[in-house]
C-alpha cells in the first residue's frame, strides 16, 4: 500500500457533558495493532474508575496472512462497546473513522455516567460527536506510507550517510557504537532511490536492513 492516506496529525482529546454524563474523546496515531491496544490499555488505566472506555481503530494489520493484492497490509478495523448497549458505543466510533476516511488512528471515549439514561439514540450520537470533536481538536494530515530501514555504517562513512539522509529530510535516530547505526522512517515510494544513493556514496560499504 503505497497511496497517501488519511489520518491525525497529533494525539489529542475533547470533552463535554449530557444530561450529566461527561464524554472524553481520546484519539492518536497509531501504526499497528499492537500500539493501538497499548494506547487502549494506557487510557483505560488512566481512567479506570470511569463508567465506560469504549475503543475503535483501523490500522495496519500485524499479521502476514492479511496483505492486499498488492502485499501491502489490509487495514484491521476493531470496536467495542464495553459494556454499553449492542451497536451505541463503538460501532459510532468506528463509523466516524471510516467515514473520514482515517487510518493508522485510534479513539477511546471514556464515559462517565451522570445518572440518567441516553437511550440507545442519544448514546449513538453522544459517541458520535466525541469521536469527531476529538478528530477536529487533533487535525488531519494527508501522510505517505513509511518504511523501516536499519543502515549500518563505519565511523569513517558516518558523515556522509548522515548527510544524505538530513538532505533528504528524513525521520532518523543514530547509535554511535562499535559500528554506526541509523534507524530511519523512509516513504515508500523513496526507498529503492534513498538505497542507491547511500550504496554509490559509500561504495558499497553500507549494510541495510528493511
Known amino acids: 500500500m503505497t497511496d497517501p492516506y488519511r489520518t491525525v496529525a497529533e494525539r489529542s482529546r475533547s470533552a463535554f457533558q449530557i444530561r450529566g454524563s461527561e464524554f472524553i474523546g481520546h484519539v492518536a496515531r497509531a501504526e499497528s495493532v499492537e500500539s493501538a491496544e497499548a494506547f487502549i490499555e494506557a487510557i483505560e488505566e488512566e481512567y479506570s474508575d470511569a463508567t465506560h472506555n469504549v475503543p475503535a481503530y483501523r490500522v495496519p494489520s500485524d499479521s502476514s496472512e492479511e496483505r492486499s493484492s498488492d502485499g501491502g497490509a489490509m487495514l484491521r478495523e476493531y470496536a467495542s462497546d464495553d459494556g454499553e ?81 538530513e538532505s533528504v529530510g528524513v525521520d532518523f535516530e543514530a547509535n554511535y557504537d562499535e559500528t554506526v547505526t541509523f534507524e530511519v522512517q523512509v516513504p515508500i515510494d523513496d526507498v529503492e532511490d534513498l538505497e542507491e544513493r547511500l550504496r554509490s556514496a559509500t561504495s558499497g560499504r553500507i549494510a541495510i536492513d528493511e
Open 85 to 165: 448497549p449492542t451497536g451505541s458505543a463503538g460501532k459510532p466510533a468506528l463509523n466516524v473513522l471510516q467515514g473520514q476516511d482515517l487510518q493508522n488512528v485510534v479513539i477511546v471515549i471514556t464515559r462517565y455516567y451522570g445518572g440518567t439514561n441516553l437511550g440507545i439514540g442519544g448514546l449513538v450520537r453522544a459517541y458520535s460527536r466525541a469521536t469527531s470533536e476529538a478528530i477536529e481538536a487533533a487535525g488531519v494530515i494527508e501522510e505517505k506510507p513509511h518504511q523501516q530501514m536499519s543502515l549500518r555504517c563505519t565511523y569513517d562513512d558516518s558523515g556522509t550517510v548522515r548527510g544524505i539522509l
